[in-house]
């Protein structure tokens, strides 16, 4: 028996031991915040490191402490403290970042519950100018930005709180955003807005998922010919209700598939088949409803395969995935009773640029992250010889070059997003990609040439 006993000790210690390594300690950037709400990333000073800007609510409106702010990011992962942008609003909720008057600098785009939208200039340097009306005063529950009408300017689409609808607000160039129009009626709760191609046609698709009791639905509109076509990629009458969804290559065949969470606690999958042909709704993975949220999808250790990271009270957990969208049964934690309070928001970003997804929170009473050290511990050295990024920055093409044979290549943004992968016809030891439509900012360039895979840093400005 006690031999039994020592031998479970040993296993749990070294369980525990090994995921300590992966992820660190949570550090605490603010210890007596009001909810940080939403986070957005870039280099807002223009110093080469990338800070944090963030959105504080009380819940309740009129308050000095529902604001916009920054942590400056000093290197070496450390951050300054909390530098008021702007307190004028009443119950501010979501922030997303956008170069509005087209000077190179990215300004803030605020959605606020009672006010609507608003954005603040980027002056450069760390200073900001004045709260500026945008053309939607009603209430605001989320938005998301993206060249939706295919212009090459970003656009705005949001959830309107009130009226469960969804509007479009085209950007016309030089700081000029005008109200377009009604989208999308669902006439209950819009849980997501989401921008990718599900259909690799190199426009974008616009992914909103909304439900109610009644009924649940995921679909996609494009831009055709100056209308947007809806395709339904999923709808259902009642249970299980679906929530969030996320767009991830699930089964890694170069084609976004989506995610959604539920309320009977399982993960489900619509795969893309391609050419606009849909799977029904697949499990991913079930559990015993015990509060779990699932909050995200990405590849958290690196391995090539989509990992699934749930929030509970106040810690985090992840389930490492397989090929084919396959999950592990294992809950892994991540912070295990470190977060005093319960956890509200998160966002993954990979802050220090080592080529991993680093975990940011937010609880009613703190706002901090944790490092992911997947990058530093990965062990397997790549057999992809002499592989080389060119020119670093880039602006129109990226050069790859290998003297094994490039098969395939994926570009991810810092967030883990996929924005574009490719499976060559034949193995080339040089290749060129058209990087001229990325947005300004660091990116991932994953290279796999046999079994192996090597990820590169780079630049697009």
Not at 227 to 250: C, E, G, H, R
Not at 257 to 268: F, G, I, K, P, Q
Not at 315 to 330: H, M
Not at 433 to 457: M, P, R
Request: proline share 2%; charged share 20%; net charge negative.
């Amino acid at each position: 028996m006690k031999q039994k006993l020592l031998l479970a000790a040993l296993v749990a210690q070294t369980f525990f031991t090994v995921n300590a390594q992966q992820f660190g300690s949570r550090t605490v950037l603010n210890a007596t915040s009001h909810l940080h709400n939403s986070f957005a990333f870039d280099d807002i000073d223009g110093d080469g490191d990338i800070d944090v800007i963030v959105t504080s609510t009380t819940g309740s409106t009129s308050s000095a402490a529902n604001h916009v702010a920054w942590y400056k990011n000093l290197g070496n992962n450390t951050f300054s403290a909390k530098t008021l942008i702007s307190s004028a609003y009443n119950d501010v909720n979501t922030v997303r970042l956008l170069d509005v008057d087209e000077d190179g600098k990215k300004d803030l785009v605020v959605a606020d519950w009672a006010t609507g939208m608003s954005w603040i200039k980027n002056m450069g340097s760390g200073f900001f100018g004045s709260k500026q009306a945008l053309p939607y005063n009603s209430a605001v529950s989320t938005f998301e930005v993206g060249d939706l009408n295919n212009d090459g300017k970003q656009d705005i689409v949001l959830a309107q709180l009130s009226g469960d609808s969804v509007h479009f607000m085209r950007n016309t160039g030089n700081g000029t955003f005008v109200y377009d129009s009604m989208i999308y009626a669902p006439n209950y709760n819009v849980y997501s807005i989401e921008f990718g191609d599900l259909d690799q046609d190199q426009k974008t698709d616009l992914i909103i998922s909304s439900g109610s009791t009644t009924t649940q639905k995921v679909v996609k509109f494009e831009y055709g010919t100056n209308a947007l076509v809806q395709t339904v990629l999923y709808t259902a009458p009642n249970w299980p209700y679906i929530y969030k969804s996320f767009l991830y290559d699930v089964d890694s065949d170069g084609k976004m598939d989506v995610v959604m969470d539920s309320s009977d606690c399982a993960t489900y999958w619509v795969k893309n088949f391609g050419n606009d042909v849909y799977s029904t709704l697949t499990t991913i993975t079930t559990q015993t409803c015990m509060n779990y949220e699932t909050v995200n999808v990405a590849d958290l250790n690196l391995d090539g395969f989509m990992d699934t990271l749930y929030m509970r009270y106040g810690n985090f957990y992840y389930k490492q995935g397989a090929a084919g969208g396959e999950l592990g049964t294992t809950m892994i934690p991540i912070s295990i009773n470190q977060i005093p309070v319960e956890l509200y928001r998160h966002a993954l970003y990979d802050i220090d640029g080592d080529g991993d997804l680093d975990l940011f929170y937010g609880s009613s009473q703190e706002f901090g992250w944790i490092k992911n050290n997947s990058a530093e511990l990965s062990v397997n050295a790549p057999t992809v010889s002499k592989f080389s990024v060119y020119p670093n920055p880039a602006n129109q093409e990226l050069n790859i070059a290998s003297e094994n044979g490039i098969e395939t290549y994926a570009i991810f943004d810092a967030t883990g997003k996929l924005i574009a992968k490719s499976n060559l016809p034949t193995a080339e030891t040089n290749h060129k990609i058209d990087v001229a439509h990325l947005s300004n900012g660091l990116y991932f360039v994953e290279l796999q040439s046999g079994n192996s895979k090597e990820t590169k840093k780079f630049v697009k400005n």
